[in-house]
């Protein structure tokens, strides 16, 4: 039979464990129930069998629907959704790519970051783990074809740190966030975008 102490012991252990998961899942209900707007930096790391990619930006996301992604390296590149079009303007050939929002970002980590509806609906949640101080939230897609096996959202207390995904072809990307303000002062007409004169624009 176990010594009282070490019974003791073992259940704090368990119960500050539980406690510290569970503060990730509830972390990120809040965030997406309170969270009306975001901006702040971040940098990205895509890595596919044959290479690995690394960029970073600044981010502005309005809800629901509205967001830009502005890519400073390793090239310039803008991704503006303005409630009903996605538009994706590349600086340096000078082209505009246009499609319609519902279409395009399906289930993706735009849709949870600027959908309040996405995560509940589309994804189911566990705790994940923690690691360099983030806990982490897992969340699956619920169906098959949602394009992406997983999603993992990273939080410090209730600040959003980090997210990883693996989509269907297994390329993973990390996210990293920084500089997180979670009341920017936003407006719809933020999130206009005009195509500059002499560039392309393509529809798909």
Request: aromatic share 10%.
């Amino acid at each position: 039979m176990k010594p009282i102490w070490k019974t003791v012991l073992a259940a704090a252990v368990l119960a500050a464990s539980a406690a510290a998961q569970a503060g990730a899942v509830d972390a990120l209900k809040k965030f997406n129930a309170d969270t009306d707007g975001i901006s702040g930096s971040f940098s990205q790391t895509v890595k596919s069998k044959k290479k690995t990619q690394s960029s970073s930006g600044s981010f502005q996301i309005l809800r629901p629907g509205l967001f830009k992604w502005t890519y400073n390296k390793p090239y310039e590149q803008v991704i503006v959704g303005d409630g009903k079009t996605i538009w994706l303007y590349d600086t340096e050939l000078k082209q505009v790519t246009k499609s319609g929002q519902d279409q395009t970002i399906g289930d993706s980590p735009a849709a949870i970051l600027s959908n309040k509806d996405a995560l509940e609906s589309s994804y189911t949640l566990k705790e994940d783990g923690s690691s360099n101080g983030i806990d982490y939230v897992l969340a699956t897609p619920k169906r098959n074809n949602a394009g992406y096996q997983f999603i993992r959202i990273g939080f410090k207390g209730d600040v959003l740190s980090a997210m990883e995904l693996k989509d269907s072809f297994g390329n993973q990307t990390t996210i990293r966030f920084g500089g997180i303000n979670t009341k920017p002062s936003l407006s719809r007409g933020h999130f206009k975008f005009t195509p500059p004169k002499g560039v392309d624009v393509l529809s798909q």
